[in-house]
Structure formats: C-alpha cells, structure tokens
C-alpha cells in the first residue's frame, strides 16, 4: 500500500483526462461544448471532482523585464464523486464572457481549454485544447468600421493592469492611421468591455500627434493621450462608424 501511494505521487499508474471539444473554434460571448473523458487510475481512489477552465496568457512587466503569466477567463467544476479505475465520459458546456480574449489575428494573444482531475494524493492529471477564438459579430463590424474609418489594425495584446473594472488583465487592438488626413492620431486603442445583443460597451484611447509647442507640451506632460467610454451599435459597421466617428471628429 506504501509502494502504491508513493508510485501514485510520482503520477504513475494515475488517471488520464481527455477533453474533446465539439469544436476548437468559438466566438467571444459564445458556448464551448465537448466531452470530458476520464479513463484509468486505481480503483481504490475517487476523484472529489473535476474542473474545465478557458486560460489566456498574459504579457507582464517588471521593471525592464518582461514575462508571462496564465489567467483564468472563466471556468465550471464537474462535481463528483468520480470513482476512478472506470470510464467517466462527462459532458460540460462553458459560457465565454464578452472581455475574452480573440486570438483569430494572430501575435502573441493564446487561450486554451485547461482541464484537470482532483485526486488526493498524487499529482493532478492534466489535459490541454488549444482554442481559436473569434471576435463576435459585433466586434468584427466594429473593427470593419476602424478600417473604413481610416486606420489600420497594428497590434493585439493582452497585456497586465493593476486594476480593469475587476480583471487584472485587458486586450488592446491597437489602430494607427492609414491615410493622411488621421494623422493628428498617432495611435487608437480599444478595448471590448461589455456586450448586450449588438450593443458594445468600449474604452477607447485616443494618442494624438504632436503639433507645435501645444502637442509637445502635450506630449511630455502626458496629457496627449486619453481614454472615452463609448457605447457602440455593432449591428453593422455603418452603425458602429457612426459612433466612432463622432467622438474621431
């Protein structure tokens, strides 16, 4: 019986988990659904439970140093108990909130299905599903509307806050213009907060050039850049060009 929990602290002879997604793709604000598989482990061991969690990765500073770190987006638990030395095949469904992070457009913005087993004793088992998150619908007519507006899309992160509305994290989509007559903005970032139908909540910053000895005052000072709540209708990029366009004028 020694021999046998000691073989199990080292993993062996453990529980194997295995999530298998309906599908790896899903939009933000939209449901992740598959199937949990539990095989394996001895008989003489239960699983008090067993939990499903969407984990993005997060660029942090510290001091010159740059690092990541992995933080939890959203997440369910599948109760037990679950004797183990059986097959367990569990369905879950995941509900994505809006602030999810997209990693359609590529860089460094990763999310993934994180799944693990509670087995007293011995280490967790563990499976990993990359996922490929997609904008909503609204959030890709808001992006359309950047485009038609005179900016392109430069750069999406997800990076570090001390403090976001809750979250320790945010994502920018960094924009920079495309066309001469938005050069009065060196940059535009925005930030999906919230989203109700084709509703969607922003903050927007806004980092206007330097002109003359006003922007370079501006600019030292920090005062050249600026962040604006904005509540935006995504049912079409007309839509969404509209209210960006005013607070852009």
Sequence with gaps: MVLKSFLRSLGSGGPTIDAVLDSD???VGGTLTGTLHIRGGDPDQVA?????DVVARVQKKMGDDEYSA????AGIALPGPLPLGREHSLPFRIELPPHTPVTSFGGRNFVWLRSGLDVPWAIDPSDKDSLLVLPSRAQA????????LGFRLYKV????????????W??????????????????IELVFEGQRGDQLDLMVQLD????????????????DESWHRLTVDGASPQAAAAALGRLLA
């Excluded at 992995?70 to 987006?73: L, S």
């Excluded at 992160?157 to 320790?168: E, M, N």
């Excluded at 920018?172 to 940059?187: I, K, L, Q, V, Y």
Aim: net charge negative; hydrophobic share 35%.
């Design 157 to 168: 992160d997800i990076d570090a806050r001390s403090s976001w509305l809750g979250r320790k």
């Design 208 to 223: 206007r050039s330097a002109r003359g000895l006003g922007g370079m005052l501006m600019e030292l000072s920090g005062t």
């Design 141 to 148: 007519n808001v992006l359309q509307a950047m485009e038609g």
């Design 48 to 52: 008090s439970k067993a939990t499903l």
């Design 25 to 27: 793709r899903v939009e």
């Design 70 to 73: 992995d933080e939890v987006i």
């Design 170 to 187: 945010v994502q920018e989509f960094e924009f920079r213009p495309a066309s001469h007559d938005r050069r009065r903005f060196d940059e």
